[in-house]
């Protein structure tokens, strides 16, 4: 389910997790990618989250192979500065083929010509935020699966 659907689906959870993701600006997490041997591999990525979409340009490298053959993945923050809170999502990337849209979003966030990246759309399956109210207190999670 792309992140319009979801974030129509579920408001005011997807501006939580979008909060977190993009609480130092630029969206920032850790893509998680199902290597070969079927372990997980974690890599550090910057996703663009659009009002109708859920994005990240992929250069060559370990993760994007692993993408392309096994598009599963989860996504999580980065750690919260202020807080103990967290947000996590999971589902499938699919590369994106129109070529007008990867221009359109290569153009907005300025991503570099001439570089051999490939766009994927994060599809959402499952949503989650973890809220902690103290140090003592049991964590809080709000999750939400797609139908």
């Not at 060559?60 to 598009?71: C, T, W």
């Not at 359109?104 to 966030?109: E, K, M, P, S, V």
Request: net charge positive.
């Amino acid at each position: 389910m792309s992140w319009g659907v979801f974030a129509r689906a579920a408001p005011r959870l997807s501006a939580q997790v979008r909060e977190l993701f993009e609480q130092y600006g630029q969206a920032f997490g850790y893509l998680a990618t199902v290597r070969p041997d079927g372990g997980p591999r974690v890599h550090p990525v910057a996703p663009v989250i659009t009002e109708g979409g859920l994005y990240c340009f992929v250069l060559p490298s370990p993760k994007r192979r692993d993408l392309e053959r096994d598009g599963r993945y989860a996504l999580h923050a980065y750690p919260a500065e202020h807080s103990d809170d967290e947000a996590y999502l999971a589902g499938h990337a699919v590369p994106v083929t129109s070529a007008a849209q990867r221009e359109r979003l290569a153009r907005r966030h300025r991503a570099a010509p001439g570089v051999d990246w490939r766009l994927f759309e994060l599809r959402i399956e499952v949503a989650m935020v973890t809220q902690r109210f103290g140090p003592l207190a049991p964590a809080e999670h709000h999750i939400w699966r797609a139908a």
